[in-house]
T-cell receptor, first 113, second 117 residues
Framework: RKEVEQDPGPFNVPEGATVAFNCTYS??????FFWYRQDCRKEPKLLMS???SGNEDGRFTAQLNRASQYISLLIRDSKLSDSATYLC??????????????FGQGTELSVKP | EAGVTQFPSHSVIEKGQTVTLRCDPI?????LYWYRRVMGKEIKFLLH????????ESGMPNNRFLAERTGGTYSTLKVQPAELEDSGVYFC???????????????FGPGTRLLVL
């Protein structure tokens, strides 16, 4: 079983749609959680951190459910520029594990006019 | 402020040859990480330096891979001899000091695309 599993893609949505990505992780002791965005043939870039209380950044909302080991990302009013691959990422369990990132395979989003 | 840089951007080599990838982290970042994405798979951790010391090399696939970070600045990742399955995109990332309970943001370089024929 993979450490981080994401919805298979691709997601093809029209502009203005709301789209939700889901992710589960296998290690219950994982400490930190993120969504990264990766454009085609580019490097991953941090989109947002994910907290148990939930957090919002403009059109983006991230949620973490530790009991279910589940992470979500909601994008409202999607734009053409949101087209990218969204990567669910968790970190090691202890401070002294050095913060290596564990990636899901990514979910591709394509927003159409 | 300059971001993480990697060289070369692309490399095409034959099986059995040697390739050396270079990463220059963001100035002042003590932590440097190497990751790799092979086709169709997720990005996977290779190793982590804190300054010049290897903190975690649990992701290194085998002894054909050698990473160094002399002087705690830039890092090199050498593959010798290269095999077909080494093809992929090699990313470097850097972050500031790790503090107790705080996960510092890792900033990624553009990657080196390696193709072994």
């Amino acid at each position: 079983r993979k450490e981080v599993e994401q919805d298979p893609g691709p997601f093809n949505v029209p502009e203005g749609a709301t789209v939700a990505f889901n992710c589960t992780y296998s290690n219950s002791a994982s400490q930190s959680f993120f969504w990264y965005r990766q454009d085609c043939r580019k490097e991953p870039k941090l989109l947002m951190s994910v907290y148990s209380s939930g957090n919002e950044d403009g059109r983006f909302t991230a949620q973490l459910n530790r009991a279910s080991q589940y992470i979500s990302l909601l994008i409202r009013d999607s734009k053409l520029s949101d087209s990218a691959t969204y990567l669910c990422v968790v970190t090691g369990t202890l401070y002294n594990q050095g913060g290596k990132l564990i990636f899901g395979q990514g979910t591709e989003l394509s927003v159409k006019p | 402020e300059a971001g993480v840089t990697q060289f070369p951007s692309h490399s095409v080599i034959e099986k059995g040859q040697t390739v050396t990838l270079r990463c220059d982290p963001i100035s002042g970042h003590d932590n440097l990480y190497w990751y790799r994405r092979v086709m169709g798979k997720e990005i996977k951790f290779l190793l982590h330096f804190v300054k010049e010391s290897k903190q975690d090399e649990s992701g290194m696939p085998n002894n054909r891979f050698l990473a160094e970070r002399t002087g705690g600045t830039y890092s090199t990742l050498k593959v010798q001899p290269a095999e077909l399955e080494d093809s992929g995109v090699y990313f470097c990332a850097s972050s500031q000091d790790l503090r107790q309970g705080i996960q510092e943001t890792q900033y990624f370089g553009p990657g080196t695309r390696l193709l072994v024929l």
